[in-house]
C-alpha cells in the first residue's frame, strides 16, 4: 500500500492487506534466517523440512506453524525471537476472517472486529463508507433491510432480530462521555437504498439528527468533486489500535501500526475533501426530496 503525492492515495483491497501481511511475516523470517548465515536448503536439512516448504513460508504464500517458527528460530540461534514470532503469525491468521464460517450461526456472529466490546473500548471512531450508512447511525428498519439482503446472499440462518437488536445496542455508545465518532461518507452512500423510500426517507432523516449530537462530525464528499484520496474500500479506525473491513466474503483486521497510520493519512484526504456542517446537510436534504 502506497500514498503518492500529488496524485491521489490510494489505499490497497483488504485481501491485499492480508497477503501482505504474510509476506511481512515471511520476509522476517527470512530475516531470522540470513542473520544466522544459512541457506535456504541448509534451513530446511536443520528443521527437517523441504527446502520448498522454506521458501513457500519466506514469500507469503504459506503461513509457518507455531512449531515451525520454534524449530526455525532454534536452528538459527534466534530463541528470543519465538515469542514475537507466534505472535505476529497468529495476527496474520485472524486478519482474514471468513463470513460464512463465522456466520453458520447467524450473521449476527459474522461481526469481525465490529463488537459491543470494542465499541465500548473505542475513544476514537474514524469511520469511512462509500455506500451504506454506517451501523452507528442505521434505523431498525434500514438495517433490518440490509441484513435481509445478506442473509439471503450468503445462505445463512435467518437472525434478522437478533442482528438488529444487537447493532441498537451498539450505537448506545454515542452518548458515553469521552467517546468521538469523525466520519465520511460518499454522497453515493446517501442513494443506495435498502428496503423501501420510505425507510430510506427515514434513514436520511436518522442521519440529519445525528449530525446535530455533539461528539459526530460527519462530512460527505461531493459526487464529481477533485480529491487527494481514493480508497478502494471502506473502513473503520478504533483509536490507533485497529482498522477493521468488510467485503463480500471477509472481515479484514489490521493491526500493524505502519498499516492503521497509512489508513489514517487516507482518512485524514477524506476529511479534507469532504463537506460539513451546512455544506453536508444540504447534501443529505437534496438526497431526501429526491426520493
Known amino acids: 500500500m502506497t500514498l503518492s503525492p500529488p496524485g491521489p492515495a490510494i489505499v490497497a483491497s483488504p485481501a491485499d492487506s492480508a497477503r501482505e501481511a504474510k509476506k511481512a511475516l515471511g520476509a522476517r523470517m ?24 522454506v521458501s513457500k513460508i519466506e514469500n507469503g504464500t504459506q503461513a509457518p506453524t507455531d512449531s515451525d517458527i520454534r524449530a526455525w528460530c532454534s536452528a538459527c540461534g534466534a530463541e528470543d525471537r519465538v515469542i514475537e514470532l507466534i505472535a505476529t503469525a497468529r495476527a496474520v491468521e485472524s486478519a482474514y476472517l471468513e463470513y460464512k464460517r463465522e456466520a453458520r450461526a ?9 463488537t459491543q466490546e470494542r465499541y465500548e473500548a473505542t475513544a476514537l471512531f474514524r469511520v469511512y463508507e462509500h455506500n ?30 437478533d442482528t438488529v437488536r444487537d447493532r441498537m ?3 448506545e455508545v454515542i452518548g458515553w462521555s469521552g467517546k468521538e465518532f469523525r466520519v465520511v461518507l460518499e454522497e453515493q452512500a446517501l ?9 430510506q426517507a427515514a434513514q436520511l432523516d436518522r442521519l440529519l ?7 459526530v462530525m460527519l462530512g460527505i464528499v461531493p459526487m464529481m468533486r477533485e480529491r487527494t484520496g481514493v480508497p478502494s474500500a471502506p473502513f473503520w479506525i478504533f483509536d490507533d489500535d485497529l482498522v477493521g473491513l468488510e467485503t463480500p466474503s471477509a472481515h479484514i483486521e489490521v493491526t500493524r501500526p505502519d498499516e492503521i497510520a497509512l489508513y489514517a493519512r ?15 446537510r444540504a447534501l443529505i436534504e437534496r438526497a431526501r426530496k429526491e426520493i
Open 30 to 53: 527470512r530475516e531470522v534466517r540470513k542473520d544466522a548465515g544459512l541457506t535456504g536448503r541448509a534451513l530446511a536439512v536443520a528443521t527437517g523440512q523441504h527446502f520448498t516448504r
Open 209 to 215: 439528527d445525528a449530525m446535530a449530537h455533539p461528539a
Open 106 to 114: 447467524g450473521l449476527k456472529r459474522a461481526v469481525g472486529p465490529f
Open 132 to 161: 451504506v450508512i454506517p451501523g452507528l447511525f442505521q434505523t431498525p428498519e434500514y438495517c433490518a433491510a440490509m441484513a435481509t439482503f445478506w442473509i439471503q446472499f450468503l445462505g445463512i440462518p435467518n437472525d434478522v432480530q
Open 266 to 280: 487516507m482518512f485524514d484526504h477524506l476529511e479534507e475533501t469532504a463537506v460539513h456542517g451546512a455544506q453536508a
Open 169 to 171: 445496542r451498539r450505537q
Open 191 to 199: 442513494r443506495v437504498w435498502f428496503g423501501t423510500a420510505e425507510v
